[in-house]
């Protein structure tokens, strides 16, 4: 059965798996055509998903996976949580950015073009996709805010934020009383847990609903792959096969040991362990064939004990503090 989740301090609901968009146009995938999409996305609702995460600069060119969510998701834009991103290079899509795409110039147009490439009249979270060193933060968060205020937005979150960044945010909002961050969206799984070092702290502290994306590790935390060997067709097997080869097989056949011992799959672990970790509201995980989002759409379904916890962390340690002084 699906779980749902509050996002961060605010009254969105999301489900506890969300569908990560970035292979929707994506070329010599079955997401690639709209009829390919169509099948993962309706299968994704069928299963209770009701988090759709998508991103302007996603697809074959920009701007193309929100074009063809907006079509997949005609008849159901009620029923579900659109959450897009803008700040990366549109590679011109967008028009001249100055490389400043947090400025209220730019914010203003690329909202605007992502509406009507979802062929929606809101957008439920808009999210800065990665942080704009050029332009202050107060700007970027005074042009959302008026988003908000004008319907056009109803959310806010960000992507990729350090940890310093994420509370320079929540200062800042907090000082001017407008809108504030209710998420943060990072790369976190058991092979990368660095987001445990700044990123979620920062995030409890100030109630941040956390969105992890690659769950599994680019594929290797779900027991498909074996030692040096990618299965014909898989992504590692023609793209990062560095991944596979550079991997510790040991420490992931200690990983699938474990998850057989508890009766469960490796990436139901891989999920549910990222669900147990305090703040997550969403595992963002994408899919390009409809029975891959409906196994994780039923992924999170293990709670793990003290005792799990600290085995996994034998197996996965953490990483290492950083020293202050």
Same mark, same amino acid.
Do not use: F, H, M, P
């Given at each position: 059965m699906t779980e749902y989740r509050r996002l961060g301090h605010s009254g969105l609901t999301v489900s506890a798996v969300g569908l990560?968009?970035?292979n929707l146009g994506r070329a010599n995938t079955p997401t690639e055509s709209q009829e390919g999409t169509n099948a993962v996305v309706h299968a994704a609702v069928e299963a209770g998903v009701t988090f759709f995460d998508v991103a302007d600069v996603y697809g074959r060119e920009p701007?193309? !996976?929100e074009t063809m969510l907006g079509k997949a998701l005609k008849g159901h834009r009620d029923d579900v949580v659109i959450g897009t991103k803008f700040g990366m290079d549109m590679r011109g899509v967008n028009g001249n950015d100055f490389d400043a795409r947090g400025s209220r110039r730019y914010i203003v147009k690329a909202v605007e073009a992502s509406l009507r490439r979802l062929d929606t009249e809101w957008i439920d979270l808009y999210q800065f996709h990665t942080p704009d060193p050029r332009t202050p933060i107060d700007e970027t968060l005074a042009a959302l805010d008026d988003l908000v205020s004008s319907g056009k937005v109803r959310y806010i979150g960000h992507s990729n934020f350090a940890g310093w960044q994420i509370a320079q945010a929540e200062y800042v909002g907090?000082? !001017?009383g407008g809108v504030r961050f209710v998420?943060?969206?990072n790369h976190y799984n058991?092979?990368?847990?660095?987001?445990?070092l700044e990123v979620l702290p920062a995030a409890e502290a100030f109630s941040l609903g956390v969105l992890p994306y690659f769950p599994l590790a680019n594929g290797l935390l779900t027991g498909k792959y074996s030692a040096g060997k990618a299965p014909e067709g898989s992504r590692l097997s023609h793209t990062r096969t560095n991944l596979v080869h550079d991997a510790d097989w040991d420490q992931l056949g200690r990983f699938g040991q474990f998850a057989?011992?508890?009766g469960i799959t490796e990436l139901q672990l891989a999920f549910s362990w990222l669900a147990a970790q305090t703040?997550?509201?969403?595992?963002?995980?994408g899919a390009t064939r409809p029975e891959q989002i409906r196994e994780?759409?039923?992924?999170v379904c293990w709670v793990p004990t003290q005792e799990d916890r600290e085995e996994l962390d034998n197996i996965f340690p953490r990483s290492p503090k950083v020293a202050l002084f």
């Open positions: 990560g968009c970035n701007g193309l !996976s907090r000082q !001017s998420s943060t969206q058991l092979l990368d847990r660095r987001a445990e057989k011992e508890r703040g997550v509201s969403s595992v963002i995980a994780n759409a039923e992924a």
